[in-house]
């Protein structure tokens, strides 16, 4: 039995020498930042603590760029931004107990919208794991039993020479299909041990290729290429996979109106003959997916939001392709195809026939009509003018974060995001605090472009004090508050509930002296003047905030 050694991974002759004679001064931690390094990480998030000391002082010893947040949740939200605008890791630094703990919302959005997170956690000392109650600091009885419903993978280090093989191993289950956050955990005392192991160079974290199977590519080739009236729905999984373009192609090759998922937002080019674009909770846009008779759905478990809450049946037959094996058929029956998006459009566009249809674009523009006339119907001037105000501002290529606001609800369905992995939210998992954190994650990755966070007052109090993380990166976002006093959207769902709102209101600080007193600059705008407000700051270098003192409305909902 003879074994191929060309793809293992080669010591060039001064690493070779640098293994034999590795430098003193080193321990636990550096083998942490150097198998980010190897791995190919540049930036770290995170929050030091005091079990996670080890990690932190290696840092200074590595070339890794450290952005520091003040609320470990925001850390993670940070790295959630990272992962999803780069596609590559983003390693967040945490300590033992709470500071994991804080970290739990934001890794359960990253979980959602398959973020490639990689956190890293410090622990007890090794004596304290395995359940017996030894009173350290921080000390819970089984602290990844606290992450395990929520990420990828937990992988747990018990000595020095687990280090590289378990961060590597998390790697790789980051950026396998579907992406996701993953959990290493490192005990205090492994950290802070000097260490003689030799440098950690040589690594490989490759992920593992998530292709469609060939026969069931045929059969929906078959189902597509003969359909009368096909139409596709794009989710977050054609964003993730970087397929917006393959999904262009089979569209028009198969002339098939195709309509967005709020993940999946940017996927589709809004203004496109074929573009129904995201109105999911209209019962017009839900008729006409229901009309189907062959529905192709990418990258999309067809979870609340993407089928009108629950509301959507199709009477034609479903093909979903999907990474994550779980979300395969989980609400619909369908030819269920278990593959990245990306390599699953790459071969059906070789497989199906071209086809031609006529009356495809015309029926797009009247369901459009339909839409854009029961909207009119219902007197919300303002919120539209504030939504074009955005679009207006914001330049195209801008990456935009929405936290679960309002103004957020109608960007879902009605914002135009120009460009695929442009524009992200919160609704994977529906956590307050998201916008100006991932905003800040988003604008370390790529200082060149303007970042837009957009909260509301409720949900920018979840987050102020990362005024001071960005002012102290000198980052470039800008922060949109739309101040309504209250959880706005909670304030409408529990008037129509029970005819009243309770626990809704909220007392808020004056936001622009606010922000000024953490030195970024701010301005207290309106409706008429946003998008000039707007625009002024996104060109503005560094940080700012614009504040817009206004009560939005939704649109009436259908799914009722």
């Given at each position: 039995m003879s074994h191929d050694h060309d793809d293992r991974p080669q010591l060039t002759a001064a690493q070779a020498e640098a293994a034999l004679r590795p430098p003193g001064g080193r321990n636990g931690g550096d083998l942490v930042v150097e198998t980010l390094q190897g791995l190919g990480a540049t930036t770290v998030f995170g929050l030091p603590g005091q079990h996670a000391l080890g990690m932190f002082d290696a840092l200074r010893r590595s070339s890794l760029s450290y952005v520091g947040l003040r609320v470990e949740n925001n850390a993670g939200f940070a790295a959630d931004a990272y992962g999803r605008i780069t596609g590559e890791v983003a390693p967040l630094l945490l300590s033992t107990?709470?500071?994991?703990?804080?970290?739990?919302?934001?890794?359960?959005?990253?979980?959602?919208?398959?973020?490639?997170?990689?956190?890293?956690?410090?622990?007890?000392?090794?004596?304290?794991?395995?359940?017996?109650?030894?009173?350290?600091?921080?000390?819970?009885?089984?602290?990844?039993?606290?992450?395990?419903?929520?990420?990828?993978?937990?992988?747990?280090?018990?000595?020095?020479?687990?280090?590289?093989?378990?961060?590597?191993?998390?790697?790789?289950?980051?950026?396998?299909?579907?992406?996701?956050?993953?959990?290493?955990?490192?005990?205090?005392?492994?950290?802070?041990?000097?260490?003689?192991?030799?440098?950690?160079?040589?690594?490989?974290?490759?992920?593992?290729?998530?292709?469609?199977?060939?026969?069931?590519?045929?059969?929906?080739?078959?189902?597509?290429?003969?359909?009368?009236?096909?139409?596709?729905?794009?989710?977050?999984?054609?964003?993730?996979?970087?397929?917006?373009?393959?999904?262009?192609?089979?569209?028009?090759?198969?002339?098939?109106?195709?309509?967005?998922?709020?993940?999946?937002?940017?996927?589709?080019?809004?203004?496109?003959?074929?573009?129904?674009?995201?109105?999911?909770?209209?019962?017009?846009?839900?008729?006409?997916?229901?009309?189907?008779?062959?529905?192709?759905?990418?990258?999309?478990?067809?979870?609340?939001?993407?089928?009108?809450?629950?509301?959507?049946?199709?009477?034609?037959?479903?093909?979903?392709?999907?990474?994550?094996?779980?979300?395969?058929?989980?609400?619909?029956?369908?030819?269920?195809?278990?593959?990245?998006?990306?390599?699953?459009?790459?071969?059906?566009?070789?497989?199906?026939?071209?086809?031609?249809?006529?009356?495809?674009?015309?029926?797009?523009?009247?369901?459009?009509?339909?839409?854009?006339?029961?909207?009119?119907?219902?007197?919300?001037?303002?919120?539209?003018q504030v939504l074009a105000s955005v679009r207006a501002a914001l330049p195209d290529t801008a990456p935009s974060f929405w936290d679960m606001t309002i103004l957020a609800y109608w960007a879902w369905s009605a914002f135009d995001a120009r460009h695929p992995n442009t524009m992200h939210s919160a609704q994977g998992a529906g956590g307050l605090g998201y916008g100006f954190p991932a905003a800040i994650g988003a604008a370390a990755a790529d200082r060149t472009r303007p970042v837009l966070a957009v909260s509301g007052d409720g949900g920018a109090m979840y987050s102020i004090a990362e005024l001071a993380t960005a002012r102290q990166y000198d980052l470039p976002v800008t922060w949109l508050i739309v101040d309504d006093g209250g959880y706005g959207i909670l304030r409408e769902y529990m008037t129509g509930a029970f005819g009243e709102a309770t626990a809704t209101e909220l007392s808020r600080p004056d936001f622009v002296a606010l922000a000024e007193s953490f030195g970024v600059p701010a301005v207290r705008t309106s409706p008429e003047s946003l998008a000039a407000d707007l625009g002024k700051a996104l060109a503005a270098p560094g940080p700012s905030v614009v504040v817009l003192p206004a009560l939005l409305r939704m649109f009436e909902p259908t799914h009722l």
């Open positions: 107990g709470p500071g994991a703990l804080t970290s739990l919302a934001a890794l359960q959005e990253a979980a959602a919208a398959s973020a490639p997170v990689l956190a890293i956690s410090s622990q007890v000392p090794t004596a304290g794991l395995g359940g017996g109650r030894h009173g350290y600091l921080h000390e819970l009885r089984d602290q990844k039993a606290s992450v395990r419903d929520i990420v990828k993978s937990v992988h747990t280090v018990r000595t020095a020479s687990q280090i590289p093989s378990a961060i590597a191993a998390a790697w790789e289950s980051a950026l396998t299909a579907p992406h996701g956050p993953v959990w290493v955990e490192i005990p205090q005392d492994v950290l802070l041990a000097e260490t003689v192991l030799p440098v950690v160079s040589a690594l490989d974290a490759t992920p593992r290729e998530l292709y469609p199977r060939p026969e069931l590519t045929l059969v929906a080739a078959h189902l597509l290429s003969d359909a009368e009236r096909p139409v596709i729905i794009a989710g977050g999984g054609v964003v993730r996979s970087d397929a917006a373009g393959k999904l262009r192609a089979l569209a028009e090759k198969l002339d098939a109106p195709v309509v967005t998922t709020f993940g999946g937002k940017g996927a589709f080019p809004w203004e496109h003959p074929l573009s129904l674009r995201s109105w999911l909770e209209d019962r017009y846009t839900t008729d006409f997916l229901e009309s189907a008779d062959v529905l192709l759905v990418v990258g999309s478990g067809l979870g609340e939001l993407s089928s009108n809450y629950h509301t959507f049946a199709p009477r034609g037959r479903v093909i979903q392709i999907e990474a994550d094996a779980g979300k395969l058929e989980s609400n619909h029956p369908a030819l269920g195809i278990h593959s990245d998006a990306r390599e699953a459009l790459a071969d059906l566009l070789d497989a199906v026939e071209p086809r031609e249809d006529a009356t495809a674009a015309g029926r797009v523009r009247e369901l459009l009509e339909r839409v854009h006339d029961r909207i009119a119907a219902q007197d919300l001037t303002l919120e539209q």
